[in-house]
């Protein structure tokens, strides 16, 4: 595991529920506000599916965007916690 995606990993941990980001501001939260694809990317190997919550990480167009356990379990997921999806920080 690389040291960007650990901090992709603790920043996407404290996503509180029922709330989501975007992968651009997981990056900017990192300090790599241009690397939103490799957010994505380093999502897409989350280890940690049960502990880092990546399924609250959406388009910043509010679209569900990709999820490694596919996007109706993610819109599932994110439903049951009733997530609000004003991606205002």
Do not use: W
Not at 20 to 40: F, H, L, M, T
Not at 46 to 71: D, E, L, M, W
Not at 74 to 79: A, P, S, T, V
Request: with cysteine.
């Amino acid at each position: 595991m690389t040291l960007f995606e650990k901090k992709v990993y603790k920043a996407v941990s404290r996503i509180p529920r029922g709330k989501v980001r975007s992968y651009k501001q997981i990056a900017e939260d990192i300090g790599s506000p241009r690397a939103y694809r490799a957010v994505g990317n380093a999502l897409n190997k989350n280890p940690y599916i049960g502990q880092v919550p990546c399924h609250r990480v959406v388009r910043s167009t509010g679209a569900i965007g990709g999820f490694q356990k596919g996007a109706q379990l993610k819109l599932r997921l994110l439903k049951k916690e009733r997530a609000s999806f004003n991606l205002s920080k």
